[in-house]
């Protein structure tokens, strides 16, 4: 009898396997199945570029935490920090009337910037990721208030601004799909940090940190460079943010930001990152901030308040991991 | 790439030739506790030297030092003759002192490869070349004559496996000078021989190996030169060959040991305390049945994998069981969770106490208290401190622990002091069947006969014990009778004295093999 069972569960095994490894891409598709049948609007291309922008500030933040959790790390301060290099471009632009590629360089410059120190406070200081940046999520908040003096930064000055993200470079060659400038900009951000991670010693240490920093550091290493590195990069990455997000709005609003960091870890855990550092994909992150504006999307369209969104999205944080913890115990 | 020692010394163990390495007269004091004090060492190419001493003699420390873990507050470094300062591990590799540390430091995401050379990656322009990578991890695994694939993920490696991918490590680094830190402690007869013989090639090419163990064969068997050390300081350098191991342990612990003989009490009129019947999980445990009796010591001896752990953890509730019963003195008892066992009055003392075992932040008092918090629960759900220090207290006096109070944070003891708190916990809980997997793994000789004792004074006082150990001494030693595994089944069960031979026939018969044909058979 056992002759007969035997290879039957373990096929079985092999089957749930593979979906679980794909299951944020299952539950991607999952939800697009569900809400095209539920209503006819969603798949319009209208829609479909409504939802590829709404993912696009939130997708490149995603990305920059991802960074920093594969190392083990988080950072809570992903949120103002965008938030704060969009008012200093608004300031460079605006204020100081710099030409448009300066106030571009400021954005991602500024964000390098407050990265690297984030990145030598938890490395230097030894202070633990968590509180560092939770610190630097309220410093920046201030300081973009204080920057800005509390009001809103308006690009009217400089046209062309707020093509960055909604202008569409691949609309003026095809336009029948004009794929908002903000989308290409989160999948070239998605395909460098991508590269990056597989391809170049900055990858490489991002997941040696995550899975044994002190192994790391016994090779021989320059641990805390490396992870200070990678927090700068997370940061510059929040300066793209940052300019997508000023060009939507056509101003830095100084009082946003905020928020923005739970977003951006939960698309990271839903796409199958572990919080513990050592694994983690780009393209799980694209997926999991995917599902969760599609599910906004998707419920919105549904007329279903947006109170409930947030319950959903809540209860899909929870269901994503306990999915990759039966995963896991099936191995 | 070839493993080509820098030196071009001959392996002679000539007294004349600069030694490879001299410390001499190093002192590390860490807060509150001086580690090294006037240490002395010597290694010279081509020879093993063995590092002996009970733990917390230094050591480690010592060894950490030469590889730049640690820096010296005292004391000179030689190499090669010339005084040098090791001031990081990356100078240390960069000077051709390579370690193997006792917990292995690989980062288990990343592939064998990327762990073998992490922080000097083959690069072509800024990029990884990860062809390079994987070929020059390939001529290390084969001059190792290691079967493994560079591109395999570590964590899915047995630890045997881990620990040929960090001797990979070191090799890779051209080390001149090789630390092993218990190189063995997870390895079987197997592997340990593979070792050996990559440890012996290493010799033949000049290699100088220092190589840390308890276990006295192992040291007959590689080395050529023993140094002890006692209590931070060097007690002397003996050769292995002509150095009777009781002169070795009276140097480590200072005193000469007793050993004292086996003796199989007559348990057979005992009760049976636990019963086991068919169990089963997966692979892993195949059709497992046994009974310990009240006052019985059953050991439990096989090969790493055999299953003797997973049995251990089915038992107690750790892991779920797929089917089996367990009786608990003629009753059949439930067991889904480790409360459930600890109910049933099974109490299990993990191979692993920093993980498992042991809350190491906490001190001693709370460890012992810690599986029977609510005895010491008073009016208002305060806990009795008085009463609980009054319990440990007990505890330290009966197992004579040594701890300086009851609120010595667990993890400054040394290992065989934590295994006695973690016994010293289940005690008090009201274990009768005592489950001890791996009791004295990384504990010294001198902690080790304590540990022994104690076992035998439990199994006097009527509880029902099965220890699992991987060194056959140590099987031979305690049990009074002996179940041997091997591929998850139970291939026999032997009475107490029995010989080596005869557990490791055993503890190799393939059952797997056996099993298929008897499935066969059932099905033809």
Not at chain 1, 174 to 197: D, E, M, Q, T
Request: glycine share 10%.
């Amino acid at each position: 009898m056992t002759d007969i069972t035997a290879p039957a569960t373990k096929s079985g095994v092999r089957i749930s396997g593979a979906f679980h490894r794909l299951l944020a891409f299952s539950g991607l598709i999952a939800l697009v199945v569900v809400f095209s049948i539920a209503s006819p609007n969603f798949m319009q291309t209208q829609n479909v570029l409504a939802i590829l922008q709404a993912t696009s500030v939130n997708g490149v933040l995603a990305i920059a935490a991802t960074l920093v959790i594969i190392t083990g790390g988080i950072d809570l301060s992903v949120g103002t920090l965008m938030t704060f290099c969009a008012v200093i471009t608004g300031v460079v632009l605006t204020n100081l009337g710099m030409p448009l590629p300066i106030g571009i360089l400021a954005s991602i410059l500024a964000g390098t910037f407050c990265g690297l120190i984030s990145g030598s406070i938890i490395a230097k200081l030894k202070v633990p990721p968590f509180i560092a940046t939770l610190g630097m999520m309220l410093i920046l908040k201030g300081l973009s208030l204080v920057v800005s003096g509390t009001k809103p930064i308006y690009f009217n000055d400089t046209p062309g601004f707020n093509q960055i993200a909604l202008g569409s470079a691949v609309g003026s060659i095809f336009p029948s799909v004009p794929v908002p400038n903000g989308v290409l900009i989160l999948f070239l951000v998605a395909a460098i940090a991508a590269f990056v991670l597989s391809k170049t010693a900055l990858g490489r240490y991002t997941f040696a940190l995550g899975s044994n920093e002190e192994a790391v550091r016994l090779s021989g290493v320059n641990v805390d460079r490396w992870k200070i590195a990678v927090y700068a990069t997370a940061g510059g990455i929040c300066g793209v943010a940052g300019l997508l997000i000023a060009s939507r709005l056509n101003s830095a609003q100084p009082a946003l930001g905020q928020g923005y960091e739970l977003d951006a870890i939960a698309a990271v855990v839903i796409g199958g990152t572990s919080l513990s550092g050592g694994r983690g994909t780009v393209v799980g992150t694209l997926i999991g901030a995917l599902i969760i504006s599609v599910l906004a999307n998707g419920l919105r369209i549904l007329s279903v308040a947006q109170e409930w969104q947030t319950v959903v999205t809540g209860s899909i944080i929870i269901l994503a991991v306990y999915a990759d913890i039966l995963r896991r115990r099936t191995l | 790439m070839p493993i080509s020692p820098a030196t071009a010394l001959s392996s002679s163990l000539d007294a004349s030739v600069t030694p490879l390495v001299e410390m001499l007269d190093i002192d590390k004091a860490f807060p509150g506790v001086r580690a090294l004090s006037g240490a002395r060492f010597e290694l010279r190419a081509g020879e093993v030297h063995a590092l002996m001493g009970e733990n917390g003699a230094g050591k480690s420390t010592l060894m950490k030092i030469l590889s730049g873990v640690y820096t010296r507050d005292a004391g000179e470094v030689r190499l090669n003759g010339q005084p040098v300062e090791i001031t990081s591990p990356r100078q240390a590799q960069d000077m051709g002192i390579g370690i193997i540390h006792q917990e292995l430091a690989l980062m288990r995401d990343l592939t064998a490869a990327q762990n073998i050379f992490i922080g000097r990656e083959p690069r072509r322009a800024f990029l990884l070349d990860e062809g390079a990578l994987n070929r020059n991890t390939h001529a290390i695994f084969d001059s190792m004559n290691l079967k493994l694939e560079p591109t395999v993920k570590v964590e899915t490696l047995t630890i045997a496996k881990q620990q040929m991918v960090e001797i990979a490590k070191a090799l890779s680094y051209q080390s001149r000078v090789l630390i092993m830190d218990e190189p063995t402690a997870a390895l079987n007869d197997a592997e340990i021989a593979e070792l050996f013989t990559i440890i012996n090639r290493l010799k033949a090419e000049g290699v100088g190996i220092v190589y840390i163990s308890h276990k006295m064969d192992e040291i007959k068997r590689i080395s050529d030169r023993v140094t002890i050390m006692r209590d931070g300081e060097y007690v002397g350098t003996v050769p292995a060959a002509d150095t009777p191991i009781e002169t070795i342990i009276s140097m480590m612990v200072g005193r000469t040991l007793t050993n004292d003989a086996l003796v199989i009490p007559n348990t057979s009129a005992a009760p049976v305390a636990l019963e086991v019947r068919n169990l089963n999980r997966g692979r892993e445990i195949r059709d497992v049945s046994f009974s310990v009796r009240k006052g019985e010591i059953l050991g439990l001896a096989g090969l790493m994998g055999a299953g003797r752990t997973e049995v251990a953890r089915a038992i107690f509730g750790a892991d779920p069981r797929e089917s089996g019963e367990i009786w608990v003195n003629g009753n059949r008892v439930g067991i889904s969770s480790p409360q459930d066992a600890v109910r049933a009055g099974i109490g299990y003392l993990s191979e692993d106490r920093k993980q498992f075992g042991l809350a190491t932040g906490l001190d001693v008092r709370n460890n012992i208290a810690l599986a029977s918090l609510e005895r010491f629960i008073g009016p208002g759900g305060v806990i009795n401190d008085g009463a609980m220090h009054e319990t440990a207290e007990k505890f330290i006096r009966q197992l004579s622990i040594k701890t300086p109070s009851d609120t010595q944070e667990a993890r400054l003891l040394s290992g065989g002091n934590q295994q006695k708190v973690v016994i010293a916990k289940w005690l008090l809980r009201d274990c009768d069947i005592l489950i001890f997997d791996e009791p004295t793994r990384g504990i010294d000789v001198g902690a080790k006969a304590e540990i022994y004792k104690l076992l035998n004074a439990l199994a006097e006082q009527g509880r029902a014990i099965i220890v699992i150990s991987s060194e056959l001494p140590e099987i031979l030693r305690l049990s009074h009778r002996i179940g041997v595994m091997c591929e998850g089944r139970l291939t026999g069960m032997l009475p107490g004295g029995s010989s080596q031979e005869e557990i490791m026939r055993l503890a190799t018969l393939r059952p797997s093999a056996v099993a298929e044909t008897n499935s066969e058979r059932k099905s033809a």
